[in-house]
């Protein structure tokens, strides 16, 4: 199991049973939300959009439960386009 505290980037948010919260990420390329050791839970939504270039990507949480807390983590893949000329 991955430690939070030694992965970069990492960051702590406290919230309450009950409430909603939002966490965005932001970044070139394809983005994709995870959880450490399990799939999302059936509770949180994935809202995309892109901008000049840069993919957005909120993950919301509705009525948080003690169950939701643990890990989260969104990745980027960089997004290639290759041209062919042939002559």
Do not use: Q
């Not at 030694?6 to 970044?27: H, K, Q, R, Y």
């Not at 892109?50 to 993950?59: F, I, P, Q, T, Y």
């Not at 948080?64 to 989260?72: F, T």
Request: proline share 3%; charged share 20%.
């Amino acid at each position: 199991m991955v430690d939070i505290d030694d992965t970069p980037n990492s960051e702590l948010i406290n919230t309450f049973v009950g409430m909603s919260l939002e966490i965005s990420c932001n970044a070139p390329g394809k983005l994709t939300w995870k959880a450490y050791n399990s799939d999302l839970p059936s509770n949180f939504e994935v809202v995309e959009s892109m901008a000049d270039g840069m993919h957005s990507s909120l993950l919301r949480i509705s009525n948080v439960s003690y169950e939701d807390a643990g890990a989260y983590y969104c990745t980027a893949t960089e997004e290639k386009s290759l041209l062919v000329n042939c002559k």
